[in-house]
């Protein structure tokens, strides 16, 4: 009988330990199609995972009097890009961990996430991609990487760089680029970022639309 119990015991233990690692399994993993094939070796072949950081010691100092010193982390972006299927489709992702994860109430996103869209491209010299991106305003400081930049201007530092919305690229030669946006010009609501101004109604579709010619630069040779 003790026999006969540790082995129903036994099978009772194996049975639990499967069902807990298959327990709410993703069931269409093996037994529905990709989209898109891709090779995994291949795959990760084409993606890059980055870690942007700046970190330092802090000293401050206040009417010319030291306060304190503390290590601090200014900044922490974890960042995923790539491309997959023939190098057709391309996507980037960012994501700031030094900034409150705040879901926005116009493009549903958080506030920490930089960047979030996917491309495709459409010919040698044509692409488009949707979703959350850097938006071309023009200077020199947006097109830099953020960790490199110790302090923006006033101007810059307090508005949305980077926005949600439709780019169009046209490769013009082989340095240059000519690219149309389609973007929210904001990622709260008007009542939210201003309260109440008098004679001011908000728009219905808060949008900013334009064109820019640039050269190529780094984020978008995926």
């Not at 036994?10 to 094939?37: M, W």
């Not at 495709?120 to 979703?131: E, F, L, Q």
């Not at 990487?145 to 030669?173: A, C, E, K, R």
């Amino acid at each position: 009988m003790r026999i006969l119990f540790l082995i129903l015991s036994f099978s009772l233990l194996v049975s639990n330990v499967y069902s807990q690692q298959e327990k709410q399994a993703d069931t269409t993993v093996n037994h529905t199609v990709p989209l898109i094939k891709a090779n995994k070796a291949d795959l990760l072949n084409n993606i890059d995972v980055i870690f942007n950081t700046q970190i330092g010691l802090n000293n401050n100092f206040e009417g010319g009097n030291y306060t304190g010193s503390s290590f601090e982390i200014n900044q922490f972006r974890f960042e995923v890009k790539g491309k997959v299927y023939k190098d057709k489709v391309f996507f980037r992702f960012r994501d700031r961990y030094t900034r409150d994860p705040e879901t926005q109430s116009v493009d549903n996103i958080s506030h920490s996430t930089d960047l979030a869209f996917i491309g495709y491209k459409i010919s040698d010299r044509t692409s488009i991609a949707i979703g959350k991106m850097t938006a071309n305003w023009g200077g020199y400081e947006f097109d830099m990487n953020p960790i490199d930049i110790y302090q923006y201007n006033d101007i810059v530092d307090n508005s949305d760089n980077f926005l949600t919305g439709v780019q169009f690229n046209w490769t013009l030669s082989k340095n240059h680029v000519l690219s149309g946006q389609i973007l929210n010009s904001r990622t709260k609501s008007f009542t939210e970022l201003y309260e109440n101004v008098p004679d001011v109604e908000e728009a219905k579709f808060p949008a900013c639309i334009h064109w820019k010619l640039e050269r190529k630069f780094s984020r978008w040779k995926i």
